[in-house]
Nanobody
Framework: QVQLVESGGGLVQAGGSLRLSCAASGGTFSSYSMAWFRQAPGKEREFVATIARGGGTRYADSTLGRFTISSDNLKNTVYLQMNSLKPEDTAVYYC?????????????????WGQGTQVTVSS
């Protein structure tokens, strides 16, 4: 089964950019659809973006046009490029994986999770 490790979080000013990485191991990376979720204090985990096994992408309305999800099958890594960051983007960001070909944007659809990386956007 796949193991996921996120990196790249940190503190950034509003309007800045960050790139998150999620390295996968222990499975056949190309057989998984990957996603990013986030969870702010006191809030439920929410969908950010997904990239399907076939390469299709889906974004939350709140991140469309600012965030870009991509993957590198040679490096077994999925990325989340975050631009024009806002204070409301502050959260722990989680990488997730599923063997579903085109997973709906709900956390329960994903069976594998990383430990999360903190993103803090200051105003």
């Amino acid at each position: 089964q796949v193991q996921l490790v996120e990196s790249g979080g940190g503190l950034v000013q509003a309007g800045g950019s960050l790139r998150l990485s999620c390295a996968a191991s222990g499975g056949t990376f190309s057989s998984y659809s990957m996603a990013w979720f986030r969870q702010a204090p006191g809030k439920e985990r929410e969908f950010v973006a997904t990239i399907a096994r076939g390469g299709g992408t889906r974004y939350a309305d709140s991140t469309l046009g600012r965030f870009t999800i991509s993957s590198d099958n040679l490096k077994n890594t999925v990325y989340l490029q975050m631009n024009s960051l806002k204070p409301e983007d502050t959260a722990v960001y989680y990488c997730a994986a599923t063997k579903n070909t085109w997973p709906p944007p709900y956390a329960y659809q994903f069976g594998y999770w990383g430990q999360g990386t903190q993103v803090t956007v200051s105003s």
